[in-house]
């Protein structure tokens, strides 16, 4: 590390993400990290992004081999287009620590060679390895999932109401000061959509139809979200028992140990403003239901709403009582979880492992589609 003990962070990847959440709170955490370099494809954007946060040239690149072999980081945030495997690869052939975006990526085959490497780097040299999965570090769905745990040791927890109501990203990212610069060489945006349907292909086979090509890209970028949250809730998932899909709409009944059923419903509202996330969790006697504002809106907070029966004097009574646990930010959260990995030789929440086994199970529900 850095002699001032901070961890020096490399960014891959200066898009929209990066400039909303995550390099804002590195600023935020400038006691614990620094944002020692950067990497973009963009010039422009790479440029723009350099210049607000005092990046120097020289370490600045449009190659995410150089970034992860330069001696000033001791870190990568792993955030570009694409697959994230091969610069996560990259960076921990280097004996860099990584913290690395959704999706990982669209194969079976490079899931598991990031896992295994990720394993030989922590064996080596201690290297940490977390997955961005910044919804399982949010304060009101630890406090609901510590409930929902509770309903499962007392064996009454049977069913689960997910939903996922997305309507355009737009709408919630308009109000943030995101540079993009068109600059992009068409040589390696075309590089990419070859790449992307190699893995499609290579995911879902050559007689793929188009609504599993559609709605594979609508699991791996979004209801990814949904399926790490509620792995941290029940557990891995058992098996599809139904999926279905209309237009970019998805539902499907999924089962999870223990005999619980999960109906999940994907819907695109298109430019209706009404993000809407929610696990409501049914037990014999009481419901706990998860809702998640839009991840784009800083530090709102995830509301749990807790619902059950009690006496009351003229006979039983329907309480009701909802939950703000905190005003934290999940990706705030998340880098400090990260920084207490590294620097206490903790293990991540969020490991390569668990990453391995959503992209797994997301391709099976796309292959379960027809």
């Not at 394993?119 to 999965?133: K, M, N």
């Not at 630890?142 to 996922?164: E, I, K, N, P």
């Not at 909802?322 to 490991?351: D, M, N």
Request: with cysteine; glycine share 6%; aromatic share 8%.
């Amino acid at each position: 590390m850095s002699s001032d003990e901070r961890i020096r962070v490399g960014v891959i990847g200066c898009g929209s993400i990066a400039q909303i959440m995550h390099l804002p709170y590195l600023r935020e955490l400038d006691d614990r990290f620094a944002i020692s370099a950067l990497c973009d494809v963009s010039p422009g954007t790479l440029a723009a992004v350099a210049a607000k946060y005092g990046v120097p040239d020289e370490h600045c690149f449009a190659d995410y081999h150089d970034l992860c072999a330069s001696p000033a980081i001791d870190a990568v945030l792993i955030c570009s287009s694409g697959s994230h495997v091969p610069p996560a690869l990259a960076a921990l052939a280097a004996d860099k620590h990584a913290l690395v975006e959704k999706p990982l990526c669209y194969t079976r085959r490079e899931a598991q060679a990031f896992a295994a490497a990720a394993q030989a780097a922590r064996e080596r040299s201690g290297i940490v390895t977390q997955l961005a999965y910044m919804k399982r570090y949010d304060p009101g769905y630890q406090y609901g999932q510590r409930r929902v745990r509770a309903m499962q040791a007392a064996g009454s927890l049977f069913f689960v109401d997910a939903r996922h109501m997305h309507p355009s990203n737009d709408l919630y990212t308009a109000h943030h000061p995101v540079h993009r610069a068109p600059d992009v060489p068409a040589a390696v945006r075309a590089a990419g959509q070859r790449e992307h349907q190699a893995a499609l292909t290579e995911s879902l086979g050559p007689e793929a139809t188009a609504a599993q090509r559609g709605a594979f890209g609508t699991l791996m970028g979004s209801s990814i979200h949904d399926i790490y949250s509620l792995r941290g809730l029940l557990g891995r998932p058992e098996a599809i028992v139904a999926i279905e899909v209309w237009g970019r709409n998805i539902a499907a009944l999924l089962r999870y140990p223990n005999g619980v059923r999960v109906s999940y419903t994907w819907a695109d509202l298109g430019q209706l403003r009404e993000f809407r996330q929610e696990f409501a969790c049914y037990g014999a006697d009481e419901r706990v239901t998860i809702t998640f504002p839009s991840p784009f809106l800083r530090s709102a907070p995830t509301i749990v709403t807790l619902q059950a029966m009690e006496a009351g004097q003229d006979g039983p009574v329907h309480t009701e009582t909802r939950v703000t646990a905190s005003y934290e930010e999940a990706f705030k959260r998340e880098w400090l979880h990260f920084h207490e990995c590294i620097t206490q030789g903790r293990e991540p929440r969020t490991g390569a492992e668990a990453a391995q086994h959503d992209t797994e199970f997301i391709i099976e529900l796309a292959r379960a589609i027809r």
